[in-house]
């Protein structure tokens, strides 16, 4: 099995109460890779400006990430953003996004990865994101992501890909905001009505909720003393989650998908202890595994349906 993503490669400064970064690497499509990369092989697909160098590079294939369709426009800057978190760390404040290479990109993707199995559409311009779907005909999975800035600016389009998708992961607010509707059972039905089989709503903190024609599942943060920066959180929860499913020949029933969220959430619990994805660099399978085993542990809720294991 095979997992393509596109998504933002960026570089980011970033201020918390904890600290600060000038220029970390980040980028939706970066953390994606690097948690998916636990579980699975993984190619990003996105460019990068001149800025971009080894060093950058190398974080990526250190993981066994696929490079290959990362690409690299002469004269240009890679995608920027800035951001900031006071106390409530659920909510980041953006302070600047310069799209840069993004600007006029067309994804011209390499065969093996039109041919993946799996397809996470990360955050970024949905035009672009509907683009790199229809060339990856082969993608039995696809699930998407995205955020308020692409609902305010791209509302229609970003709808369009959504209804060509199998499964949508988004803050619960900005899901609120693209359906207007401020109950969150309404606002995944509205979704759910618009094509995806799968519903998943992160919520910082507080956790993620599960949507299917089956029902409903809730699955609370894992819970850590020490949070110093959440950029990040949301793509390693994806990565996490699409590396599983990954891993498991893409199936998405229930128990599949509340195991997948469970690593999602383990993944997500150890980028948010440090900035960028500091944390990701070191951080080896055997911690993960023994975090997910001390999560199930912990909580006390029926996390995995009586036929799962
Ligand atoms: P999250 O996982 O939700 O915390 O996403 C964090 C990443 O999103 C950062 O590394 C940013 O580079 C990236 N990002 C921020 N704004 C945008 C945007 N408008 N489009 C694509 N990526 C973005």
Known sequence: MSLTVVGSIAFDAIR????????ALGGSAVHFSLAASFFTEVRPVGPVGDDFGEAEYEVLRRHGVITDDIEHVEGGRTFFWSGEYDWDL???????TQLNVFGDFEPKLSQASRESDLLFLANIQPDLQ???????????????????????????????????????????????????????????????????????????????????????????????ETVRDPTGAGD????????????????????????????????ASFWVEEFGCERAERLTREEIDERYEEFKRITSIEWVPASGG
């Open 130 to 224: 509907r683009d790199v779907r229809e060339q990856c005909t082969g993608a039995q999975l696809a699930a998407l992501d995205s955020m308020n800035f692409w609902i305010e600016s791209t509302r229609e389009s970003l709808i369009q890909t959504i209804s060509v998708v199998d499964m949508v992961l988004m803050n619960d607010a900005e899901l609120r905001m693209l359906t207007e509707e401020p109950n969150l059972m309404r606002a995944a039905a509205a979704v759910r009505a618009m094509g995806p089989r799968v519903v998943i709503a992160k919520q910082g903190e507080y956790g993620a909720a599960l949507f299917t024609e089956d029902g409903f599942f809730a699955l609370p943060a894992y819970p850590l």
């Open 236 to 267: 390693s929860f994806a990565g996490g989650l699409m590396g599983y499913l990954d891993s498991q020949d893409g199936a998405l029933d229930d128990a599949t998908l509340r195991r997948a969220m469970t690593y999602g959430s383990t993944l």
């Open 90 to 96: 659920n909510t980041a404040h953006t302070l600047d």
């Open 16 to 23: 918390t109460p904890f600290g600060e970064r000038e220029r």
